[in-house]
Each structure stands twice: as C-alpha cells, then as structure tokens.
C-alpha cells in the first residue's frame, strides 16, 4: 500500500473511533484505546494534531490495558501531569487546597520573629486596660456541679470615659448572672484582656490571638460601686456601651469594679511580667 492510502486509512480509523466515543453515552468523557496499532508517518502526525480541535491525540495515542481511558486535553499533558488518574482508579482527585488563615493586612510590618520595640510596661498595661471594650472575668464556681472550679465569662468593661482612664474595669452586671452568684461566696476574681483592639497586632502580626500579642491579667476582689462613684461608673460604663441603657430594667443591673491586687503583663511568647500597682496607677497609658 502507499504512503498516501496508509495516510487516507489512518484517518478514516481515527474518525471511526471519536465517532463511536460521541455516540456511546455511558463514556461520556472519554475516549476508546484501540488495541490495534499501525504505522503511522510524521507526516500523518502533523496533520491530525493540526486537525484535532479537541486536543484528545495525547489521549488516543497512549498505551493501555483497558479499552476506556478518559480523555485530556494536550495541555494538562504537558501542565498538570500529576494530575492524570492511575490505572485502576477512579476520578483524579483535584489537587489539594492551601489552608486558609485570617490576618489583618500588614502596615509596615516587621519580621515576624523580631520582638517589638520596647515601651515602658505599666504604660503599656494601662494603654491596654483602658482600649479594652470587654474582658473574659473568671471567678471561682459556686454551682453545684462545678463547685470550687474556675468559672468564664466575657463581660464588657471600661475603665472610665474615652478621656479620662483610671485603670480600674468597670462592670454593670445582673443578680441572674452566675458570675455574681460566684461573687457573692469568693469574690476574688481574674480579668484576662488581649490586645485586640489596639494597633501593635494589627501592624505587625497577622493574627490577633497570635502569642505575641499583648495580654494583661489584673487580679483583685470584685466590689459594688458606692453611691457616692455611681454616676461615675454610670458614665464610664454608657459612653463605652450606649446599648446598655436599654437592657431591660426588671434584670436589675448594678455596677462593680475591681480593686487590683496583682497585675500581669506578657508581651510576647512567654515570660509575664508583674508590674506594682503603684506603677501601674502612676503610668500614662501609651500605644503598645
């Protein structure tokens, strides 16, 4: 036979079997391997790469066991090699997807192994107790089941109006909260505040809750606000949450404060420091 009726024959084979693959349903999307093989010219090559519009010769011509074998274009050949399914499984999986992590966008950031420069601690502390918007207070249980355990509960605060800081968390809370009912049998208490809502993790540290974030623990004995610092505590605590003149008045909300006994600061991964409350009353808050 000569080269021009091996070229015409090669052709007629190729269309026989893209049309049979087109007709049979059950393989949508793929393709049958002729077990038969026959020679074929570089110049008949040419011509059924250039002809193929659907890309599938990598597909057609490639060696297999099995008569079905799913098509690819010739670009995910040459691409995404990896990507092309083993003999005897089923679909290829698609390549897995990077994890996602939440950050703040970066604004001058430094390296993220590098500490930050230091500022003066009690500043810092108190820079910190008076940003804090809430904290998470804990107390000793004195609920049946869990009695004589630590008990949690994120509460708000504040430690005065935006223009005048006195260090001291404020609270406004009801007799139906359990922390109360703690209060009344132990009332010494831990209040925990990150460093969420300053500058120092939003600049440098793409994680809020990241360990290198500031964090401040003050420690002392839960009050009731006298009389005579009501009104005080009454500004401190609306200007911060207007919403909470509109609690429901039946819940029979109070206000308390925290006289600091002991106060904590950690800066970065570990090794908290324990600043004096003369210290800590004395200092100018600044940015930490």
Not at 31 to 52: C, R
Not at 103 to 111: I, L, M, N, T, W
Not at 222 to 240: D, G, L, N, T, W
Not at 256 to 279: D, T, V
């Amino acid at each position: 036979m000569s080269v021009r009726g091996r070229q015409r024959l090669a052709r007629a084979a190729v269309s026989w079997l893209l049309g049979c693959s087109a007709l049979l349903s059950p393989a949508a999307g793929y393709v049958i391997v002729s077990s038969v093989s026959w020679a074929v010219t570089n110049e008949v090559d040419e011509e059924l790469v250039s002809a193929s519009t659907e890309e599938a010769l990598p597909a057609l011509l490639e060696d297999s066991s099995s008569i079905w074998q799913q098509s690819f274009p010739a670009s995910a050949h040459k691409e995404d090699a990896h990507l092309r399914p083993r003999a005897g499984s089923g679909r290829a999986r698609p390549p897995p997807v990077p994890p996602r992590m939440f950050s703040y966008r970066r604004e001058g950031a430094k390296a993220a192994g590098t500490p930050p420069a230091q500022t003066p601690r009690p500043g810092t502390a108190r820079s910190l107790a008076h940003s804090s918007g809430w904290g998470c207070l804990a107390t000793v249980s004195a609920q049946k089941k869990i009695q004589g355990l630590p008990f949690g509960n994120c509460l708000p605060i504040s430690d005065g109006p935006i223009n005048n800081s006195t260090g001291i968390p404020f609270f406004y809370l009801t007799p139906k909260d359990p922390t109360v009912s703690n209060l009344m049998k132990n009332p010494m208490a831990t209040l925990m505040l990150p460093e969420l809502e300053g500058e120092l993790c939003r600049k440098n540290i793409v994680d809020p809750e990241d360990s290198r974030c500031v964090r401040l623990t003050l420690t002392g004995q839960m009050i009731a606000v006298s009389p005579e610092e009501a009104e005080f505590a009454k500004q401190a605590m609306f200007s911060r949450h207007p919403v909470m003149r509109k609690w429901p008045r039946q819940y029979e909300w109070f206000f308390m404060k925290m006289r600091i006994e002991h106060i904590w600061l950690q800066k970065w991964y570990g090794g908290a420091s324990e600043i004096s409350r003369e210290e800590y009353f004395k200092a100018v808050p600044t940015k930490a």
